[in-house]
T-cell receptor, first 114, second 114 residues
Framework: DTEVTQTPKHLVMGMTNKKSLKCEQH?????MYWYKQKAKKPPELMFV???????INESVPSRFSPECPNSSLLNLHLHALQPEDSALYLC?????????????FGAGTRLSVL | AQSVTQLDSQVPVFEEAPVELRCNYS??????LFWYVQYPNQGLQLLLK??????LVKGINGFEAEFNKSQTSFHLRKPSVHISDTAEYFC????????????FGTGTRLLVSP
C-alpha cells in the first residue's frame, strides 16, 4: 500500500476564514512534506517534517502553519489567506528524508480563496 | 544548485506511436533523477527513478528512461503510447548527499489522440 490520503479534495474559503488540510499515511514513513502547485506549474516545496519535527520551512508565510501530531498525520492550518494562495496543495511522504527516498504523493486538496 | 529543463511544454502524438520526452539537468555534483506523472486532478505518481547502476531504467506502464551523464540528460521514452497516457510529466532531480529537495522541471504535457 503506497497511499497518501488527503482531505478535503476541494476547499473554498474566504480571506478571514480558518481552515485545515489533512494528510494521512500508514506506510510507516517518517518524513512528510507539503507542496504547493499552481496551475500549469511544477510543485514547490513548502515544509518538510522528519520524525514529527519540522526540518525545513521554505520561507513560507506565517498564514500557513504546519503541524505533525503523530508519525501518520500531517496538517496544514490556514488563516487569513490571500487569493493568490489558491492552488493545489499536495502532501507527500517518504521512508526518510534522504534524497534517494521515493516520495509518494497524495491526490491533493484544491484550494480556492475568495 | 541544480536545475532541470524540459524544453517541450507539450508533445502531441497519435495512439500507438513512439514518444520521447526530453529532460536535461544541470548540477555540479552527482544526482538522483526521477520522472513523475500527473493525471488530471490527481497527485504525482512515480514512473521511474535513477539512483545508480544501469543507465537504462524501466518504469511502470511501459516507460523507460536512459541516464546520460555526459549529456546530462534523462529522456523518457515509450515505444507505443495509449490514450490513457495523456497527462503531465515532470522530470525531477535531487543531489545525492543528505536531504536535498526535489527540483522539478516545468513539465511536459503529453497529448495522445486516436
Amino acid at each position: 500500500d503506497t497511499e497518501v490520503t488527503q482531505t478535503p479534495k476541494h476547499l473554498v474559503m474566504g480571506m478571514t476564514n480558518k481552515k485545515s488540510l489533512k494528510c494521512e499515511q500508514h506506510m510507516g514513513h517518517r518524513a512528510m512534506y507539503w507542496y504547493k502547485q499552481k496551475a500549469k506549474k511544477p510543485p514547490e516545496l513548502m515544509f518538510v517534517y522528519s520524525y514529527e519535527k519540522l526540518s525545513i520551512n521554505e520561507s513560507v508565510p506565517s498564514r500557513f502553519s504546519p503541524e505533525c501530531p503523530n508519525s501518520s498525520l500531517l496538517n496544514l492550518h490556514l488563516h487569513a489567506l490571500q487569493p493568490e494562495d489558491s492552488a493545489l496543495y499536495l502532501c507527500a511522504s517518504s521512508q526518510a528524508v534522504g534524497s534517494k527516498n521515493i516520495q509518494y504523493f497524495g491526490a491533493g486538496t484544491r484550494l480556492s480563496v475568495l | 544548485a541544480q536545475s532541470v529543463t524540459q524544453l517541450d511544454s507539450q508533445v502531441p502524438v497519435f495512439e500507438e506511436a513512439p514518444v520521447e520526452l526530453r529532460c536535461n539537468y544541470s548540477s555540479s555534483v552527482s544526482v538522483y533523477l526521477f520522472w513523475y506523472v500527473q493525471y488530471p486532478n490527481q497527485g504525482l505518481q512515480l514512473l521511474l527513478k535513477y539512483l545508480s547502476g544501469s543507465t537504462l531504467v524501466k518504469g511502470i506502464n511501459g516507460f523507460e528512461a536512459e541516464f546520460n551523464k555526459s549529456q546530462t540528460s534523462f529522456h523518457l521514452r515509450k515505444p507505443s503510447v495509449h490514450i490513457s497516457d495523456t497527462a503531465e510529466y515532470f522530470c525531477a532531480v535531487a543531489m545525492n548527499t543528505g536531504f536535498q529537495k526535489l527540483v522539478f522541471g516545468t513539465g511536459t504535457r503529453l497529448l495522445v489522440s486516436p
